[in-house]
Nanobody
């Protein structure tokens, strides 16, 4: 069982930046591709980004490409999401996820992910 704990959410003005962190309890963190989803009120969970086990490959939703950066530190069992130029419509709960399957056709499927964190709230004010 892998436990994922997110941190770093908060309130930021439009155009601002935040960095989310997610620490995994599992010692075999490097066995998992790690990613982020988000869910705004009344909407479905939306894929944001994913990073491969070694960090050598990343993939982003088109809506965040060029503004968000996902990275990981396997020595610290931690994955990060650097978010720049935030928009009010990106207000959501952001979830950290883990999967053993790194296959592009599955990135956006919530069912692809074995473990989910509890989420951290990001609020972007206009």
């Amino acid at each position: 069982q892998v436990q994922l704990v997110e941190s770093g959410g908060g309130l930021v003005q439009a155009g601002g930046s935040l960095t989310l962190s997610c620490e995994a309890s599992e010692g075999t963190f490097s066995n998992y591709a790690m990613g982020w989803f988000r869910q705004a009120p009344g909407k479905e969970r939306q894929f944001v980004a994913i990073i491969s086990r070694t960090g050598g490959s990343t993939y982003y939703a088109d809506s965040v490409k060029g503004r968000f950066t996902i990275s990981r530190d396997n020595a610290k069992n931690t994955v990060y999401l650097q978010m720049n130029s935030l928009k009010p419509e990106e207000t959501a709960v952001y979830y950290c996820v883990a999967t053993r399957i790194y296959y592009s056709d599955y990135f956006r499927r919530t069912s692809n992910y074995d473990y989910w964190g509890q989420g951290t709230q990001v609020t972007v004010s206009s």
